[in-house]
């Protein structure tokens, strides 16, 4: 059983940077496409970044630039920097796994309705963004 847990997020001024974590239990990520979603109040939850198990990496538009998707393989962790931040980025942010060779088929996290091929879930944590 894979187990995402979280670390990182909090409150920081518009413009400030975070770096979030997500250490996964139970089984190595380096077979599984790891992404980053966040869901703000009243919106859908959407994808921001994701690294599949062959390197390859993508970002949605609207994190592009600021975001930066990671790993460390000696510590089985995903992380997200992220620099620039403006209110409008104020949600909670969810670590995912999903199915290897994700990004092959799909090409872009933030295509929608996708939510379910991501089969394992952190509890999420929230990113709040002060102007």
């Known amino acids: 059983q894979v187990q995402l847990v979280h670390s990182g997020g909090g409150t920081v001024q518009a413009g400030g940077s975070l770096r979030l974590s997500c250490k996964v239990i139970g089984d190595s990520y380096t077979s599984y496409c790891m992404a980053w979603f966040r869901q703000a109040p009243g919106k859908e939850r959407v994808g921001l970044a994701a690294i599949d198990s062959d390197g390859t990496i993508n970002y949605a538009d609207s994190v592009k630039d600021r975001f930066t998707i990671s790993q460390d393989n000696n510590e089985n962790t995903l992380y997200l920097q992220m620099n620039a931040l403006e209110p409008e980025d104020s949600a909670m942010y969810y670590c995912?796994?999903?199915?290897?060779?994700?990004?092959?088929?799909?090409?872009?996290?933030?295509?929608?309705?996708?939510?379910?091929?991501?089969?394992?879930w952190g509890q999420g944590t929230q990113v709040s963004v002060s102007s």
């Open positions: 995912a796994a999903g199915p290897g060779g994700w990004l092959t088929r799909y090409k872009q996290i933030a295509t929608p309705g996708r939510l379910g091929d991501f089969g394992y």
